[in-house]
């Protein structure tokens, strides 16, 4: 099979992820989202070691998965500790930084 | 022990003084710091006795020792070190320094007992004697310079030692201001040396002074000029005197110490140091004479008339100075350095004796207020009339010698020195009535009702008021305690004076015309190159001039006591015949008030312009406005892109990647 068809369906991925990331006010499917976005640089990376034949991107998709699970702890407590403190699930209220 | 090891002992001893008193001043008890700073100036004039032991010993042709303790600067071909100069005349002005500045300590022991910044006044005092001792001591012009700046400072510190006073305060800033002038004259001078001669060693620049230079060359004469601003801003010489009787308003020791004895001196010592540069431009050595000559007319008329005890004797060291300036500039070194050091004897006595009367005044220096303390201080008494009568030259008192033997050189040298010498006997004339004036209307006459308490055995005790103004003050700090008032009744005070006096008297033996001249003959090595070092006055001429000048000094007591005891109104009569004089002289010829039109008036107008002006609309206005408008605008705009929104970030962060992919993506095919 061409590699097209991989490359093209990670890039509808990346791009339901961004639409996602932008448009959604609610931070958990923020972060699922961002995990799109992730796993869909992870179909290309796996999609062209497999067509160089050398394990290389397979290692890294292996690392990229680690990280999203180190962000998601990060994230998912971030809402935790919001969710306790009786804050907004809600991103566009946590403009606080607004210069 | 060799000189120069025993040289930086000198220095030293009232470091360390300093270092203790200053840092000890919470645990130090009683009268403790006094006798430290005391035992130090004592143990620096031992050292200078060593060293000038030590220096005999060599040959007089190498009795020019130089030591460096280390290096203060090195570029390429130019090279200074903290050194020293070990010769004789510089071990003459230690001597002179520190013997006087002990007997000074000693007195102020006693008389600063009841001050609450006691340690913190002995402290400054042992700081001015080692500044004073590192200018005399100086083996080049940074080393000299530093001492220079130092004194400067002491001497300000200690003029405004009251700092609670306004007045104080403000004769410091005076002094100080001018003492800059004079700083900066020298700096500048000693640029021109460097620039022509390379060096700035004295020994070097001495040595090559007459290869690089013609006579009269016109960088050495400048050079000579801005090294006289200097000296005349240290020494009070006209046209920069009138920082001195403002100094005044400090402790009587300290006008004893630094504004009669040293500091006002080391003018002299300078145009003395110096002496091949100003022989090699005799034009500038000539204005330095001609100066001095003015000064001390000048400053002879003025003691006439002032009231004020100690602005008496301040004009009459402003003049005494010129004599000595007037001096070395003709080329009479030991004469004028012998003048010094007995003035130093008799002009610090006759401080000692003024802060005795002015304690038994409770404050009060006005002359108009005093009379009769013959019987209430004998010994103030009989010590003030010794250093009066030496001050006036009466026959066989040291000034006697010391003040003839610079006329007497003068006279020798003939032509525009002998015109200068002439006008000498003049002011020697003055001084001996304004000498005698002071003693007539102090300790004779009425008996001031502060002068019977005191023989009653009490001591009066005013009001804490400024004794110039009037005005109540804050006893505090920054002011003498109320038991300040203290009238030769504490043995260190006449330990002090007795000394002096004796000095005063018998310092004149050293130098008799025809008998001996130790100190010329002690001096004779420093100033062997000089062209003039041959013609000295037959013994006979000098005799004639001690003559004619024991004969003017007892006419000037003799006018004195004319006016002041056998017929008393004798003054305000001359006050009424003569008031347009009158008032010229008490103005002091309107040269504060001069100075006062001409300088400080358009220099607050500028300041006042420029903080208005300059200040609110150009710096506030247009520099720190603009800058401030800049940044404004550039934060107005970086700020509206932070909104605080997650998604905008997010959505700027892909814009970015994206478009940076864009760009490669299109460069690299």
Known sequence: ?99 | MSATTFGWLVLAFPLAGTVINSLGWRVLPGRLPGWIASSAIFLAFLSSIGALIKLQDHPAEERHLVDSLWTYASTADFHVDLAILIDPLSVFMCLVVSGVSFLIHVYSVAYMTSDRGYSRYFAYLNYFVFSMLLLVLAANFVILIIGWAFVGAASYLLISFWYRRTTAVEAGIKAFVINVIGDVGLVIGAFLILDKTGSLDFLQVFSQVDQTFTRNDGTLVAACLLLLVGAFAKSAQLPLHTWLPDAMEGPTPVSALIHAATMVTAGVYLIARMFPLFEQAPAAADVGAIIGCATLLFAGTVALVVTDLKRVIAYSTISQIGYMVMGVSAAAYSAGLFHLMTHAFFKALLFMGAGSVIGAMAGIQDMDRMGGFRRAMPFTFVTFTIGALALAGFPFTSGWFSKDEIIGSLLNRGGLYAVLGVLGYVGAFMTAVYAFRMVFRVFQGEQAPEARELEGGHMAHGDPVNPMTGEPEDTDVGFPGPEHHIAERDWPMKAAMGPLALLAIVGGYIAIPGVDNVLEKFLEPTFADSRFADTHPSTGAEWIGLVIGGVISITGIGLAWWVYIREPGTAARLRERFPRAHNFLSHKWYFDELYDAVFVRPATTIGAFCRRVVEADFVQGTIVGGATGIVRVGTSFARSIQTGYLRAYALLLLLGVAGLTLYFLLNSS
């Open chain 1, 1 to 99: 099979m061409d590699i097209t068809w991989y490359l093209v369906l990670s890039a509808f991925i990346f791009a339901i992820g961004v639409a996602g990331v932008i448009s959604r006010r609610n931070p958990l499917v923020v972060l699922l989202c961002l995990e799109l976005m992730l796993n869909a640089g992870n179909l290309a990376l796996v999609a062209f070691a497999r067509m160089h034949g050398s394990e290389a991107g397979q290692v890294f998709a292996l690392i990229v998965m680690v990280i999203a699970a180190c962000e998601v702890v990060i994230g998912l407590g971030i809402i935790v500790a919001m969710y306790r403190n009786r804050l907004p699930i809600d991103i566009d209220e946590m403009s606080e930084l607004r210069g």
